[in-house]
């Protein structure tokens, strides 16, 4: 009588498919854990009770706890990634706008210096004043129209 397992090629798959099944449950054991410690709602006894369930006896462990929490398991895990989107959407703004608004600030105080030292006439202040404010580039960084008479 032959077995699947005694063909070369069936050893193999069926080896792989052990290996993968190995590895998933590994993903799944630390997806639960992390799981454990992430829910809020659980006082410290429940965490422990779940911890140690999931570790002493694992196979049985994660079958309960995904029947039985499986659901707010994947509703933890989206609130978790919203709130890292925020924060991060958060500093993004605070920085892109602190940065700029302090650069601004500090170029218009510059030119406030200039124009009272007589460095710069009204009109150069003015100019330089409206491109700070805008935020457009100066007129030497254009390029220039070609000359005429050649």
Same mark, same amino acid.
């Given at each position: 009588?032959?077995?699947?397992?005694? !063909?070369?090629?069936?050893?193999? !798959?069926?080896?792989?498919? &052990? !290996?993968?099944?190995?590895? @998933? &449950? !590994?993903?799944?054991?630390?997806? #639960? #854990?992390?799981?454990?410690?992430? %829910? $809020?709602?659980?006082?410290?006894?429940?965490?422990?009770? &779940?911890?140690?369930?999931?570790?002493? @006896? *694992?196979?049985?462990? #994660?079958? +309960?706890? +995904?029947?039985?929490?499986?659901?707010?398991?994947?509703?933890? =895990? #989206?609130?978790?990634?919203?709130?890292?989107?925020? =924060?991060?959407?958060?500093?993004?703004?605070?920085?892109?706008?602190?940065?700029?608004?302090?650069?601004?600030? %500090? =170029?218009? +105080?510059?030119?406030?210096?200039?124009?009272?030292? %007589?460095?710069?006439?009204?009109? =150069?202040?003015?100019?330089?004043?409206?491109?700070? @404010?805008?935020? %457009?580039?100066?007129?030497?960084?254009? *390029?220039?129209?070609?000359?005429?008479? $050649?």
């Amino acid at each position: 009588m032959y077995l699947a397992y005694d !063909f070369p090629l069936l050893s193999v !798959f069926w080896s792989m498919l &052990w !290996f993968f099944l190995w590895i @998933l &449950w !590994f993903i799944l054991l630390f997806r #639960i #854990i992390t799981d454990i410690f992430r %829910d $809020h709602d659980m006082n410290g006894w429940a965490k422990a009770g &779940w911890l140690a369930f999931v570790v002493l @006896l *694992p196979f049985l462990g #994660i079958l +309960v706890y +995904v029947i039985a929490r499986g659901k707010d398991m994947g509703r933890r =895990e #989206i609130a978790q990634a919203r709130a890292q989107q925020q =924060e991060f959407d958060s500093y993004i703004r605070k920085t892109a706008t602190g940065s700029a608004r302090s650069g601004s600030v %500090d =170029e218009l +105080v510059r030119l406030s210096e200039l124009r009272s030292k %007589d460095a710069i006439t009204d009109e =150069e202040f003015r100019r330089a004043k409206a491109l700070i @404010l805008t935020d %457009d580039q100066p007129a030497a960084a254009q *390029p220039s129209p070609p000359a005429a008479g $050649h």
